[in-house]
T-cell receptor, first 113, second 113 residues
Framework: SQQGEEDPQALSIQEGENATMNCSYK?????LQWYRQNSGRGLVHLIL?????REKHSGRLRVTLDTSKKSSSLLITASRAADTASYFC?????????????FGKGTSLLVTP | ETGVTQTPRHLVMGMTNKKSLKCEQH?????MYWYKQSAKKPLELMFV???????ENNSVPSRFSPECPNSSHLFLHLHTLQPEDSALYLC????????????FGQGTRLTVV
């Protein structure tokens, strides 16, 4: 399966700490994206990293991509209670028409005050 | 607000009912998708429409019937569903092609009784 797999499944930290989530996938990709989902709601796009990029930043988010290991990580620095959500990685393989992303099961992040 | 609107937000239906889910986007996107999200499972891609033509159908049972009358609207017609079809149904749209992000609606929480 091309689906990404996030690790850990669940993560609980305190406000101010950093949260790191990992994603592994199985075949080559065109890009990898991270999404966030608040409980029972739609997914919101956070960041896209292309296969020829190794690191990308957006505010308190830092994403890395290692295509040799077929893995990516999402780092949220100085976490806040409002960061509590599920985080998903999604891959867009080059063989794809470019339309449909493949999602993993997600990491559930709980940030306590 | 992502620009993708789904109605209704919640739906309870009996196994003999017929109902429809509606999705609307005014982002000028040319691709629209239906995903199913069940507890503890990855998002499952159901259907993809590109330029109002169905380009992907992931072995979805015929009790789910999509319709895309124009590039801004997408429907999912439901009939004779089973309790295991209870899930969050998410609509998304994108510009299509590579290296584009998906914009999701808030989802319809469907319960089949």
């Amino acid at each position: 399966s091309q689906q990404g797999e996030e690790d850990p499944q669940a993560l609980s930290i305190q406000e101010g700490e950093n949260a790191t989530m990992n994603c592994s996938y199985k075949t080559s990709i065109n890009n990898l994206q991270w999404y966030r989902q608040n409980s029972g709601r739609g997914l919101v796009h956070l960041i896209l990293i292309r296969s020829n990029e190794r690191e990308k930043h957006s505010g308190r988010l830092r994403v890395t991509l290692d295509t040799s290991k077929k893995s990516s990580s999402l780092l949220i620095t100085a976490s806040r209670a409002a960061d509590t959500a599920s985080y998903f990685c999604a891959t867009d393989p080059p063989s794809n028409s470019g339309y449909a992303l493949n999602f993993g099961k997600g990491t559930s992040l709980l940030v306590t005050p | 607000e992502t620009g993708v609107t789904q109605t209704p937000r919640h739906l309870v239906m009996g196994m003999t009912n017929k109902k429809s889910l509606k999705c609307e986007q005014h982002l000028g996107h040319n691709a629209m998708y239906w995903y199913k999200q069940s507890a503890k499972k990855p998002l499952e891609l159901m259907f993809v429409y590109s330029l109002e033509e169905r380009v992907e159908n992931n072995s979805v049972p015929s009790r789910f019937s999509p319709e895309c009358p124009n590039s801004s609207h997408l429907f999912l017609h439901l009939h004779t569903l089973q309790p295991e079809d209870s899930a969050l149904y998410l609509c998304a749209s994108s510009q299509g092609g590579q290296n584009t992000e998906a914009f999701f609606g808030q989802g319809t929480r469907l319960t089949v009784v």
